[in-house]
């Protein structure tokens, strides 16, 4: 049997491909492509996978079509793909666009096309997150590594051909947005996070809540120690130093509460470097959901405001955010989520939110990364504020 054609490199990306594969999802009918060239706009270090704009002309001439598309593919680093296979990173986000996203009201990419090889399946799936939650820390890397080893000896092939947001505003992570584009990110999050609020669309084998891997978390988590300390040994404070000793000791109490309280798709890694501004529209656009899980819904708004303004927000401001988010989910529809439960379960999502970003920190590579390395000190500058007003006696 013959095995079908998906793209690993951009070259693969042939007229002749791209006919097919527009035509077999419905985006061409009676028409094909008669040009297509590409420009990468993401690869390298750091990547989990290459991004390519594609520029589309077509026999037909046809302005209903797209003349430009994004194509994404896994990286061919092997230590950044080891990664996202031990997670199923690339699986879960063409799963999402398949099957998950047209429910979400937030703008994300029109998809043009997906496919993917298929893969072992949900048992092997609940094996290696059941270890990786209940293995002892000592033996999660090495658990971790073989895992990932053995999903990436799979050769596993995934492609999303999706809308190009080149027309629309970004704003780096470096730069940092204003204070009045937060707000505008607070209330989309609340109305996208109402359509899945506590969802069957969420119960997913191939969709896991983090909680359910504490110790993993508890492990990914304290690698940034090292890193840190010895490049910006003066940007953590002994109040920040405090909260993250908590962070540790309680990892997995924090799990378990928030395995209780009300669950929505969080995208994780809601910041600007994957975001748009449609200030036509007074809204946003998302891209690279990858990383998406079920959680408690403040995850993705302290996730973003933690650092992503250029003038670190104060926790009065915090409070308003949160307010806004709420009024968000309210607009979207929910109607038994309080806002003072809403508040009460902020702390909570703000630990949720440190943690990941200790995660995130802890993988780069600041002495190799001069870039990285400026980036992860303006961002510790940013979250300090906000980080040392979490009231731990309290929690």
């Known amino acids: 049997m013959e095995t079908k054609m998906i793209p690993t490199t951009v070259e693969e990306i042939t007229t002749e491909w791209l006919t097919n594969a527009l035509t077999k999802s419905g985006v061409l009918k009676n028409n094909s492509v008669q040009t297509v060239s590409h420009n990468i706009i993401g690869q390298g270090q750091g990547y989990m996978g290459i991004l390519a704009r594609l520029s589309v002309a077509y026999e037909q001439p046809d302005e209903t079509l797209p003349s430009t598309m994004i194509a994404k593919i896994p990286t061919q680093e092997a ?89 629309l505003e970004q704003i780096s992570h470096k730069e940092g947005c204003s204070y009045e584009d937060v707000k505008t990110v607070m209330k989309s999050i609340g109305i996208s996070h109402a359509a899945l609020w506590e969802s069957p669309l969420l119960n997913k084998h191939w969709l896991r809540d983090h909680a359910d891997m504490s110790n993993m978390l508890g492990f990914i988590s304290n690698r940034w120690q090292s890193a840190v300390k010895k490049t910006f040994p003066e940007k953590v404070s002994s109040k920040e130093m405090e909260v993250f000793s908590w962070l540790k000791a309680n990892n997995k109490k924090l799990d378990q509460y928030t395995k209780t309280r009300p669950h929505t798709l969080v995208h994780s890694d809601f910041r600007l470097d994957n975001l748009f501004f449609d200030r036509a529209r007074n809204d946003i656009a998302l891209v690279d959901w990858q990383a998406s899980f079920p959680a408690m819904g403040l995850f993705d708004p302290c996730f973003f405001f933690l650092n992503n303004c250029r003038n670190p927000i104060n926790p009065e401001q915090a409070e308003e955010l949160v307010a806004m988010y709420h009024q968000g989910l309210v607009e979207g529809g929910l109607s038994d989520y309080s806002l003072d439960e809403c508040l009460s379960d902020y702390p909570y999502g703000m630990l949720l939110a440190v943690r990941y970003w200790l995660i995130i920190i802890g993988g780069v590579e600041l002495e190799k990364d001069p870039n990285a390395k400026e980036l992860v000190g303006i961002l510790l500058d940013r979250m300090r504020p906000l980080i040392e007003a979490i009231e731990l006696p309290a929690l």
Do not use: H
Request: contains cysteine; aromatic residues 16%.
């Open 79 to 167: 230590k950044n793909k080891m990664l996202m296979e031990a997670f199923w990173n690339y699986e879960r986000e063409v799963r999402l666009y398949d099957e998950v996203l047209e429910q979400v009201p937030v703008r994300t990419p029109r998809c043009y096309y997906s496919d993917l090889d298929p893969g072992p399946g949900r048992k092997r799936m609940d094996t290696v997150y059941n270890k990786y939650g209940k293995l002892p820390q000592g033996l999660l890397p090495f658990y971790f590594i073989y895992a990932g080893i053995r999903n990436v000896r799979l050769k596993r092939r995934y492609i999303l051909l999706f809308e190009d947001f080149g027309d």
